[in-house]
């Protein structure tokens, strides 16, 4: 008497399981494969718990996305003494780079210290690629950067001479006379800013950014 629980007789047929086996098992019936379109990797704004954003950037890197924390050197403001420290350019806020569907999206927004990605009714917005390509050359050069209020008007430029050459962003004329390059990040509404000699800016056209 079987138990149900044995090997199955060499005589059992067992019902298809795969779409393709579905098909072959039917004559005539086409297999229709469904191709999802490809999302292309971009970068998006991180809104982080402020002062964890040192953490959230590890914890991000520690999942292999890849990640852009700005930072810039200050004096500490301890009575006590005096050190230069790294301190964040833009406060709560970092950059990742994602083919962002919706697993990559929940994998970020689970990362502990992730508040949420900048983003509109239609979902997280990305950065265009001059923009973080900018920063990373203000970053890796060895000029001084301050953080700048955000500009919604001004000339936009390009670098032409110099480490800086190829940077994009505002130009902003001083009283002292100096003129100053600020690129900013635009869906989180903040710049940094950094001295340059009008001579190695050229205009640029909105449409040509």
């Known amino acids: 008497m079987s138990t149900g629980m044995g090997k199955e007789p060499p005589y059992a047929v067992k019902p298809p399981n795969s779409q393709a086996e579905r098909a072959a098992a039917v004559p005539g019936e086409a297999l ?7 999302i292309e990797p971009a970068w998006y704004a991180v809104y982080a718990q402020v002062r964890h954003e040192g953490r959230v950037y590890s914890r991000l890197l520690a999942k292999s996305f890849e990640c852009l924390f700005p930072q810039m050197e200050r004096w500490s403001r301890r009575r006590d003494r005096r050190k230069k420290i790294q301190v964040p350019i833009f406060p709560g806020y970092l950059f990742v780079r994602s083919a962002l569907d919706n697993q990559e999206h929940v994998r970020i927004l689970q990362t502990p210290g ?7 009714k239609d979902g997280p917005l990305s950065i265009p690629e001059t923009q973080i390509d900018s920063l990373r ?6 000029e001084v950067l301050t953080s700048y209020p955000y500009l919604r008007t001004g000339m936009c430029v390009r670098v032409v001479n110099g480490p800086l050459c190829g940077c994009e962003g505002i130009l902003v004329r001083k009283r002292t006379g100096k003129s100053r390059l600020v690129v900013a990040i635009d869906i989180i509404q903040q710049a940094v800013c950094v001295e340059l000699n009008e001579e190695d800016v050229e205009p640029i056209s909105e449409r040509n950014r």
């Open 32 to 38: 229709v494969v469904v191709s999802r379109p490809k």
């Open 114 to 120: 992730v508040v949420s990605l900048v983003r509109n």
């Open 137 to 142: 050359t203000l970053l890796g050069s060895q």
